[in-house]
């Protein structure tokens, strides 16, 4: 079989998994995991099998004319170079980690059929966009992930939470795919083809007429789709879904692709100056903002959304300097940890009953009741903070030396000050990761208090899931040295300077951290209540999820905080805290520049369809009516009063035929 049967195969095991899925997951249930694993395992055994056909070396290229269109064609082609094979492999283990995960997660839901088969179509949506060498093609994955996402985000259709964040993440995703679209149409108009190889061709030969009003339009999509500022606030509450699900969106699928795209077509963007300068621009406020966002969270899993949201403005800053190497170690990188860290969040949550960090804080005991869930997530930690020898502290520090290398000057593709931008907010960045970090593990898994309910030793689909995904946390980057040959860039190896500046500002972040978390414990004890903690030690750990989420806005009064004199994250923010905490109020914007004026629009809209066009139409109608009424009432069915009436008429017609005559 060729390495190019085998890639045709990755994506179209998991959709033909999913179809199976839906079509036989009422009628055949004892076949509803088997063809939820099977088929997402058999691809990730072929995506590891042409990741090493391929090797790094030259790219693999396959096509067929899917259509003709008259005008740019459209061909169902393949493109697969490191980038594509590495990014599968990651993209096929997370999907098969997370339906392991599910069958445990979920093991009593009953829409877990269409939940398993949402996945596996997800899963092959992303696939389709990392093997895609056609940008129609490539759109078509794009847009399915985005309706997944729909139905994944509001699987817990029953909260008003998950139904609000299901409908905000595809609208406000769909928000950026206009402009998305539209660039795409200009790009192949500028260039004569979808390909990705041709329109690479025709940027290398100077053939695109409209670089900087392509680049703008594109990241306006990617944007939205990678959760970068702007367009970023739908990740943080699409947290109200199942806990495998945000493992999925935030490490492999979804929010990846956004980056991926630009790595994949790096060149165009890099013909614009001011497209570079904005990218490079859109990735610090990111990342920064994020950082400050994620330090003020109460809910675990919203720290560890606005903790992707920054992690991805990490990969916008590297592609802004003009690094796509260095962007996909990350994401890489990234993808491990952060899978392991949902995965281990859920956990956490099942065994304390809660979402809430103050409300862990005050429970006793969670680390040893939970011990698998405590050291990967420890490890998954320490990643994130970018702490050497694990993976976060050589992907982030790539991104470092690449901004480094373009501030001093070194890059032909971007500024000194986009490089500049990029390594100052990526220090700030490193500084506040950490901080968050230490928090989040501090609170989690070091309260002090009464036990939560039991809840049992976790199954082994959970919590070995759980250590398959701390190899790489904590191995990945020691490849670091191999796998610059995949990325066909310069060498991803830190460099002192960074080294040095980015550990040291971590470490500076994490004992602030720890500094605050002993002075506010000392002086805040046991005094402070434990606040709502809904668990059920019989039920699944989706059920658990599902009422934490439920409960924790009617208890503390947002979705988002939580009253807490004992957070260290109160103490390092001071009074931003309560702007940090809402996510620096963009929502509240955003209902004020655009929500309320369009539903304005719309009432005034219906006021008018209603109170004056409908009167019109009532107004027509009512004369005929009238009319009707008035003959009706004439037609007594009387014989002598139809003769009367005939009568009459004659009289009034002879009438009228004399007078007319004499004036005549």
């Known amino acids: 079989m060729t390495t190019t049967t085998l890639a045709v195969l990755v994506p179209l095991l998991p959709f033909l998994g999913a179809a199976a899925g839906l079509f036989l997951g009422r009628a055949a249930p004892g076949f509803v995991r088997p063809l939820a694993l099977l088929p997402t395992l058999a691809a990730l055994a072929l995506a590891i099998t042409v990741a090493v056909h391929q090797g790094g070396g030259r790219a693999i290229d396959a096509a067929t004319r899917l259509t003709p269109t008259g005008s740019v064609p459209v061909d169902l082609a393949l493109h697969i170079d490191g980038f594509a094979a590495l990014v599968a492999v990651l993209v096929t283990l997370v999907a098969t980690c997370v339906q392991i995960y599910s069958t445990a997660y979920l093991r009593d839901d009953p829409r877990y059929a269409s939940y398993a088969a949402l996945v596996s179509l997800f899963t092959a949506a992303m696939l389709l966009v990392v093997y895609s060498g056609d940008l129609m093609v490539l759109l078509v994955g794009w847009e399915v992930m985005g309706i997944c996402s729909y139905f994944l985000v509001g699987h817990y259709w029953e909260t008003p939470e998950a139904r609000a964040a299901s409908l905000k993440a595809f609208l406000v995703t769909k928000l950026g795919d206009v402009p998305f679209l539209f660039g795409l149409f200009a790009l192949a108009a500028d260039a004569g083809t979808f390909r990705i190889t041709g329109i690479l061709d025709a940027v290398a030969t100077g053939g695109l007429d409209h670089p900087t009003l392509v680049a703008l339009l594109l990241i306006a999509g990617v944007a939205g789709k990678s959760a970068q500022f702007p367009l970023h606030t739908w990740l943080p509450d699409a947290m109200a879904g199942p806990t495998p699900v945000s493992a999925l969106i935030h490490a492999a699928t979804m929010v990846a692709a956004g980056v991926y795209f630009v790595a994949r077509l790096l060149p165009v963007f890099a013909t614009s100056a001011a497209a570079m300068t904005v990218l490079a621009v859109l990735a610090a406020v990111t990342m920064v903002g994020s950082a400050l966002a994620a330090l003020a969270q109460d809910d675990i899993k919203r720290v560890l959304a606005y903790s992707t949201v920054g992690q991805l403005g990490y990969m916008t800053g590297a592609l802004a300097v003009g690094d796509r190497g ?95 931008t990029v390594l100052i907010a990526g220090l700030l960045t490193a500084l506040l990761t950490a ?70 500002v971590a470490v500076v972040g994490a004992v602030m951290t720890y500094g605050a978390w002993r002075a506010l414990r000392h002086r805040a004890g046991g005094d402070i209540p434990l606040g709502a903690v809904a668990a059920h030690p019989d039920a699944d750990p989706a059920t658990s999820e599902e009422e934490a989420i439920a409960s924790h806005e009617a208890v503390y009064g947002s979705v988002a905080s939580a009253y807490d004199p004992g957070d260290p994250g109160r103490l390092l923010l001071g009074p931003l805290h309560r702007h940090a905490v809402t996510g620096f109020h963009l929502d509240a914007l955003y209902r004020t520049l655009f929500v309320r004026p369009v539903l304005a629009a719309a009432e005034l809209v219906r006021f008018l369809d209603r109170e004056v066009v409908d009167t019109y139409v009532r107004g027509a109608g009512a004369l005929p009516r009238l009319l009707g009424l008035a003959v009706r009432r004439s037609q007594t069915g009387n014989v002598q009063t139809y003769l009367g009436a005939l009568l009459a008429g004659s009289v009034v017609l002879a009438i009228a035929a004399v007078l007319v005559a004499a004036g005549a």
């Open 435 to 504: 901080a968050y970090a230490v928090r989040l593990w501090l609170l989690a898994f070091h309260g002090r208090g009464p036990a939560a309910p039991d809840h049992g030793k976790q199954p082994l689909a959970m919590s070995g899931v759980l250590w398959l995904l701390a190899v790489p946390s904590l191995a990945l980057g020691l490849t670091v040295g191999e796998l610059a040959g995949w990325f066909d860039v310069h060498a991803l190896t830190p460099t002192v300077t960074t080294a040095v500046l980015g550990t040291g």
């Open 326 to 420: 260095a962007a996909v170690f990350h994401l890489l990188s990234h993808g491990a940890f952060k899978a392991l860290l949902f995965l281990g969040a859920g956990v956490v949550i099942h065994a304390a009953g809660t979402n809430s960090l103050a409300a862990m804080s005050r429970t006793g005991g969670l680390a040893k009741r939970i011990p698998d869930a405590y050291w990967t997530m420890t490890i998954a930690l320490l990643a994130l903070a970018a702490i050497p020898p694990f993976a976060g502290f050589f992907s982030k520090e790539a991104v470092l030396v690449a901004a480094e290398h373009t501030a001093l000057g070194d890059s032909a593709t971007s500024s000194a000050g986009a490089g500049w």
